[in-house]
Each structure stands twice: as C-alpha cells, then as structure tokens.
C-alpha cells in the first residue's frame, strides 16, 4: 500500500473535472491539485513559457512527494509532458495520450473529431497521436474556444451554448464525425448541452479516460492506496469565483475548500 498522494495540475479551472474523475474511480487516493488560475490561460503563451510553469508546478508537486503527476492541461500536455516524463523520476501522464487512446479504440466509422482550444488545435498534438496508434484515421479537428469562456460563465445548460455546439460541430458531424474527443479540461462540462444537439454523438471525456489510465499505472507499478477514504488538497494560485463555483458543483460541501498558493517562478 503507497499513500502517498497523486498530483494533478491545469491551468486553471477545467482541471477540476480530471480530479473530480479521479475521485470518483479511485476514492482511498490522496490528491493535491493545483490549478495556476493567476496565469490562465496557457493558450496564449510561448511554448517556453508553458514549460517553464509546468516544471515550477512540477517542482512543488514533487517537493510535496506526489507518487504521481497527471498533467490535466491539454496546452501543458502538448508543450511540456515530454520534458517532464524526461526530468522527473516518477510516472506523469497526459490528457492528450488517454484521449487519443479511447478515441483509436471506439471509432467506428474511421473518423475521429477533436475539438480544442485554438492553442490544442494548432498544436497538432491529438493528430499525431492518434496517428502515431492509428495510421490510418482520419482527424477532423476545429478549435471551440468560446466553449471555455460559456463554462467560465456558468452557461452549461443554456441554450446559447447548444447554439454555439450546431455551429462547431454541424459541419464536424455532416463530414461523419460520430466520436469526438473533448480536447479541454472545461468541455465535459458542457456534454448535456452537445448531446442535446448531437444525441449520438460519442462524446469521448479525456478526465474519464486518464482516471482510467492513472488506476492502471497505480496497479501495474504496486503504487495503490488501498486504505479508508483519502484526503484532497485542492489549491489555486487565484480564488476567483468560477474556481470557488465549480468546486461547489463538484465536490459540494464536503469539507474541501480552495486554498490559495502562489508557485515561485
């Protein structure tokens, strides 16, 4: 048995939902999540500087005896996972990987859809992994950034956001797009409204999958905490009131609050 805790980070607030899935699959964990909501978004950085904040998040999670990283950030995954897999001696795992794994495994028409920030689509980062697990797929990918700011808003069951989902994703689902991968932390958020428009779409939640993924890792590696209910740490370099809000929505009053923590770098 290793209590030791599991660390999760994003930049902001989206990486709650990666937690919340985590909670939800592996309860006897010990988390630390950290979301640098002072510096959001990433998007809009260097990559140097994206990967400049992942280490000084990185440092501290290590400094705190994480067993393991899970970077809940696509635009971290993108820009930094490989640095960090490189530097730190512990397991650290991506969004982007659990998603384009999922995605490989339940397309059904031979068509996957990503959508993004601009930043995850310009990237490339999803195309080349799943074409690194599947040569031959097609990827359609478009960038959805107004979803971020509709969740930031709270508008996650609201008919402009179904509005906003028809005009991503029409064209998306006329080309045959039937599985698509949610390439933001925020997005799950808003799965009720784009299955309201799209009904059979598969909407394909990377905060599932690399809950998923980190109970495989725990189990391969002997790292489980078996024992009682574990502790959760949540931190966030801003209290702003989105974070505030969504903790509520997801972990309600349960004694958990955010605490506020400003990384040196």
Not at 83 to 100: H, M, Q, S, T
Not at 110 to 115: D, E, L, N, Q
């Amino acid at each position: 048995m290793d209590d030791r805790p599991l660390g999760i980070f994003d930049s902001g607030v989206g990486g709650l939902t990666v937690c919340k899935a985590i909670r939800d699959l592996l309860p006897s964990e010990n988390i630390i999540y950290f979301g640098d909501t002072l510096r959001f978004p990433y998007g809009t950085r260097s990559i140097d500087t994206v990967i400049r904040y992942s280490r000084e998040i990185t440092d501290y999670l290590a400094s705190r005896g994480v067993k393991m990283i899970v970077v809940a950030c696509n635009t971290s995954s993108a820009a930094a996972l490989e640095v960090l897999k490189k530097d730190y001696p512990l397991p650290i795992i991506g969004v982007i990987e659990a998603g384009a794994r999922a995605a490989c495994a339940r397309a059904s028409g031979g068509t996957v859809g990503v959508i993004g920030t601009r930043a995850t689509v310009n990237s490339g980062s999803y195309v080349r992994e799943i074409h690194r697990l599947s040569p031959g797929m097609n990827v359609v990918q478009r960038h959805a950034t107004i979803f971020v700011s509709l969740t930031e808003e709270g508008w996650i069951d609201d008919e402009i956001t179904r509005l906003a989902a028809r005009r991503y994703l029409q064209e998306m689902y006329d080309g045959g797009v039937r599985n698509l991968i949610l390439g933001c932390t925020h997005f799950p958020l808003l799965k009720k409204a784009i299955a309201d428009v799209f009904p059979d779409l598969d909407l394909i939640d990377t905060g599932i999958e690399i809950a998923r993924e980190v109970s495989t890792i725990l189990k391969e590696k002997s790292l489980e905490n078996r024992g009682g209910h574990g502790d959760i740490e949540l931190y966030a370099s801003d209290l702003t009131d989105t974070i505030q809000r969504l903790k509520s929505v997801f972990f309600g009053d349960n004694g958990s609050e955010i605490k506020k923590l400003v990384i040196p770098g």
